[in-house]
């Protein structure tokens, strides 16, 4: 069965400090997508990243940067001098094909408090 | 501009009365799903529809029903026969609901709350 787990459930950081939200995946799939949304405090959920199984290529965006790891299982997102409006609920996400349907699995989320 | 838009944003409800939640997209997406968000459990799945006059139960579809007339238009009724309605609902659409590929795209939400 698919399972995303992010075991923070909140945290709080000063303004400036670097912060990495963790998030582990369960699947017996070998062909999946991986995504993280942020989910400010507006309520709608916008789109951050995509990585798909098999690349385990590091990515940065500005401060932003998403380490994957196969072997852990692990999809870490980490925010580079962090920022006020970095505050928010983050979600990582596993997404895969069952008969035909997309079948997107959620994790608890990250609620992250930048403090200035 | 292209984008979801739910309403309306807050929703009170009496015990024993229906409601429904309006949801519509204008991105020419096939797919559309319905979540319902509670605190400390994520987003969980209610509804998706994979294309207009087809739709399929999610994770917790007991008490709620859909229907899928227009590609633009996923309305989500609450019915009197789900027991625990107070929650934040959230509608999203992506390209196609047939490929793992696609990110969702969400709605502002809905906040309904049961009096």
């Known amino acids: 069965a698919q399972k995303v787990t992010q075991a923070q459930t909140e945290i709080s950081v000063v303004e400036k400090e670097d912060v990495t939200l963790d998030c582990v995946y369960e699947?017996?799939?070998?062909?999946?997508?991986l995504f993280w949304y942020k989910q400010p405090p507006s309520g709608e959920l916008v789109f951050l990243i995509r990585?798909?199984?098999?690349?385990?290529q590091n990515e940065i965006s500005g401060r932003y940067s998403w380490n994957f790891q196969k072997s852990t299982s692990s999809f870490n997102f980490t925010i580079t001098a962090s920022q006020v409006v970095d505050s928010a609920v983050y979600f990582c996400?596993?997404?895969?094909?069952?008969?035909?349907?997309?079948?997107?699995?959620f994790g608890i989320g990250t609620k992250l408090q930048v403090i200035p | 501009d292209g984008g979801i838009t739910q309403s309306p944003k807050y929703l009170f409800r009496k015990e024993g009365q229906n409601v429904t939640l309006s949801c519509e997209q204008n991105?020419?997406?096939?797919?559309m799903y319905w979540y319902r968000q509670d605190p400390g459990q994520g987003l969980r799945l209610i509804y998706y529809?994979?294309?207009?006059?087809?739709?399929q139960k999610g994770d917790i579809a007991e008490g709620y029903s859909v229907s899928r007339e227009k590609k633009e238009s996923f309305p989500l009724t609450v019915t009197s026969a789900q027991k625990n309605p107070t929650a934040f609902y959230l509608c999203?659409?992506?390209?196609?609901?047939?490929?793992?590929?696609?990110?969702?795209?969400f709605g502002p939400g809905t906040r309904l709350t049961v009096l």
């Open positions: 999203a659409s992506s390209p196609r609901g047939d490929s793992s590929y696609n990110e969702q795209f």
């Open positions: 699947t017996r799939d070998t062909t999946y997508y």
């Open positions: 990585r798909n199984s098999f690349d385990e």
């Open positions: 996400a596993l997404s895969e094909a069952r008969g035909g349907y997309q079948k997107v699995t």
């Open positions: 991105l020419n997406h096939d797919a």
């Open positions: 529809s994979q294309i207009v006059n087809d739709f």
